[in-house]
């Protein structure tokens, strides 16, 4: 059974880092594409970013083009994303997600089939 363990969050200033990490035991994931997502308060789940299980194929949302960048490590089972020039309209708690891949294809965030949700992690942008 997969299971996605989210870590990295934090509380920076408008401009700052952080490195987002999406770790599952074993290696279970090389099934799958994952996605980050975020929930702000009082606004619905948004998809971010996901990646191929190859890790070739990316996509990001319009919001965070340019900004945050997504990858994996399939030695070490673990989904990156690393989010430069944080913004306040970041803050909100991400997600990992997992959709199970039987090919390498772009995964689309608004893919009903991602789960195996993590617990989430926070972020917080203000100064």
């Known amino acids: 059974q997969l299971q996605l363990v989210e870590s990295g969050g934090g509380s920076v200033e408008p401009g700052g880092s952080l490195r987002l990490s999406c770790a599952a035991s074993?290696?279970?994931?090389?099934?799958?594409?994952i996605g980050w997502f975020r929930r702000a308060p009082g606004k619905e789940r948004e998809g971010v970013a996901c990646v191929s299980k190859s890790g070739e194929i990316l996509n990001y949302a319009d919001p965070v083009k340019g900004r945050f960048t997504i990858s994996r490590d399939s030695a070490k089972s673990t989904v990156y994303l690393q989010m430069n020039n944080l913004r306040p309209e970041d803050t909100a708690t991400y997600y990992c997600?997992?959709?199970?891949?039987?090919?390498?294809?772009?995964?689309?965030?608004?893919?009903?089939?991602?789960?195996?949700w993590g617990q989430g992690t926070q972020v917080t942008v203000s100064s």
């Open positions: 074993g290696d279970l994931l090389k099934h799958y594409a």
């Open positions: 997600g997992a959709l199970l891949s039987f090919t390498d294809f772009i995964c689309m965030m608004s893919d009903p089939n991602f789960g195996w």
